[in-house]
Nanobody, 129 residues
């Protein structure tokens, strides 16, 4: 059973940085997709970035390109999201999610939350202006 545990959420000033972590365990396949999703208060969840081990390949939402970096440490079994130049609109809950298995079309669906099977409990980020 896959387990995902996020950490690293905090309150920061606009322009600041945070690094979120997602500790994972229980994978039975060596190829999998892991993503970070953002849910602003009162709004729908949206994909931020994803890391596919089949490449490896990374994907980013346009709103975070150049500011956020997703990476994975497969020795520590941890997925990271380095967030720089934070803006108030980056505030909200951040969730780690995953889906095991190979896909040649992952680039077309990585941002769809419905495609992910396992989810963490989330970590909260607050960016003040």
């Amino acid at each position: 059973q896959v387990q995902l545990v996020e950490s690293g959420g905090a309150s920061v000033q606009a322009g600041g940085s945070l690094r979120l972590s997602c500790a994972f365990s229980g994978y039975t396949y060596s190829t999998y997709l892991m993503g970070w999703f953002h849910q602003p208060p009162g709004k729908e969840r949206e994909a931020v970035a994803a890391f596919y081990t089949g490449g490896p390949t990374t994907f980013y939402a346009d709103s975070v390109k150049g500011r956020f970096t997703i990476s994975q440490d497969d020795v520590k079994n941890t997925l990271y999201l380095q967030m720089n130049s934070l803006r108030p609109e980056d505030s909200g809950m951040y969730f780690c999610a995953s889906r095991q298995g190979f896909s040649s079309t992952v680039g077309t669906w990585w941002a769809r939350g419905s495609e992910y099977v396992d989810w963490g409990q989330g970590t909260e980020v607050t960016v003040s202006s």
